[in-house]
């Protein structure tokens, strides 16, 4: 089955011990990025990634890090999470724009991040 | 810079009564709409799509057509279920259609009662 897995679902941490929420897509998707999701604000692009080794900041791209070294697995890492990052947050991925003209975004389940 | 706006929610309706969510853009060029809804604790997913003025995408039971006369996308649809209930965004692309250019509204949270 063609999908986005995101773990873990929920998690709660404390404010400055680093996390790592894991996102992996089995479509051979070029694709990916990140998102979070707060009430009043909707989905905002954390970062996102075009290609193996490619990654470029979104709109609120503070306070977190991603990685992509292999096609299927675009990690979010917070090195220092802080309470303002608590969120929902979202995976997804997609075929590039010359491949997948008009090509939907997959989504994850999400991941619910509590920081305190 | 490109946005959308959607109208605020929650939006309550009783079974089987006629749904519309209203959706406004603001692109340079000419975008792709699209609609994504979100059912509780589950990730967004695609629910139509129209790439050029005047096209209409249907899925489901809903539409929307591309105005760009008054650049709106309004989703509606004629008869909702409790089912319907669920977070709908509606969203554009000015890179060809590529989700690395999509922008999102806030979503607008539709209830339906029985």
């Known amino acids: 089955e063609a999908q986005v897995t995101q773990n873990p679902r929920y998690l709660i941490t404390v404010t400055g011990k680093k996390l790592t929420v894991t996102c992996s897509q089995n479509?051979?998707?070029?694709?990916m990025s990140w998102y979070r999701q707060d009430p009043g604000l909707g989905l905002r692009q954390i970062y996102y990634?075009?290609?193996?080794?490619?990654?470029d900041k979104g709109d609120v791209p503070e306070g977190y890090k991603v990685s992509r070294k292999e096609k299927r697995n675009f990690p979010l890492i917070l090195e220092s999470p802080s309470p303002n990052q608590t969120s929902l947050y979202f995976c997804?991925?997609?075929?590039?724009?010359?491949?997948?003209?008009?090509?939907?975004?997959?989504f994850g389940n999400g991941t619910r991040l509590t920081v305190t | 810079g490109n946005s959308v706006t959607q109208m605020e929610g929650p939006v309550t309706l009783s079974e089987e009564a006629f749904l519309t969510i209203n959706c406004t853009y603001t692109?340079?060029?000419?975008?792709?709409l699209f609609w994504y809804v979100q059912y509780p604790g589950e990730g967004l997913q695609l629910l139509l799509k129209?790439?050029?003025?005047?096209d209409k995408g249907s899925n489901k039971g809903f539409e929307a057509t591309y105005r760009k006369e008054t650049t709106s996308f309004h989703l509606e649809k004629g008869s909702v279920q409790v089912s319907d209930s669920a977070v709908y965004f509606c969203?554009?692309?000015?890179?060809?259609?590529?989700?690395?250019?999509?922008?999102f509204g806030k979503g607008t949270h539709l209830i339906i009662q029985p």
């Open positions: 969203a554009l692309s000015e890179t060809g259609g590529g989700a690395d250019g999509l922008t």
């Open positions: 479509m051979n998707h070029e694709y």
């Open positions: 997804a991925s997609s075929l590039p724009r010359d491949r997948g003209y008009n090509s939907p975004l997959h």
């Open positions: 129209a790439t050029k003025a005047d």
């Open positions: 990634s075009m290609n193996v080794e490619v990654t």
């Open positions: 692109a340079t060029g000419y975008p792709s």
